[in-house]
């Protein structure tokens, strides 16, 4: 098993930032891609970043490039996502996952993970 805690959501106003954390526990975490997937209201949960076991391959999509930035230290078995020039759109609850595969190639799915952590409130007020 894995235990992922996400932490540092909250209310910011539009064009602020907050940076997300997701602390892991359990097994290995270094080789495990891992990504960040976000649930707004009456909405599925959709794919954010995802970053592979070694850091050096990222993946976004398409409403977060250039604003956002995922990255891991894998001595601290930490994720974290950095948000910036946010969005009332960006509202969500915000979801870390760990997957059993090293790297995920493109835009990432629910079911290509395995772990996932209890959520993150953003809330991005205009």
């Known amino acids: 098993q894995v235990q992922l805690v996400e932490s540092g959501g909250g209310l910011v106003q539009a064009g602020g930032s907050l940076r997300l954390s997701c602390a892991a526990s359990?097994?290995?975490?270094?080789?495990?891609?891992m990504g960040w997937f976000r649930q707004a209201p009456g909405k599925e949960r959709e794919f954010v970043a995802t970053i592979n076991w070694s850091g050096s391959t990222t993946y976004y999509a398409d409403p977060v490039k250039g604003r956002f930035t995922i990255s891991r230290d894998n001595a601290k078995t930490t994720v974290y996502l950095q948000m910036n020039s946010l969005k009332p759109e960006d509202t969500a609850v915000y979801y870390c996952?760990?997957?059993?595969?090293?790297?995920?190639?493109?835009?990432?799915?629910?079911?290509?993970?395995?772990?996932w952590g209890q959520g993150a409130q953003v809330t991005v007020s205009s």
């Open positions: 996952a760990a997957s059993n595969f090293g790297t995920i190639v493109g835009v990432a799915r629910v079911g290509n993970f395995n772990y």
């Open positions: 359990g097994r290995t975490f270094t080789n495990r891609a």
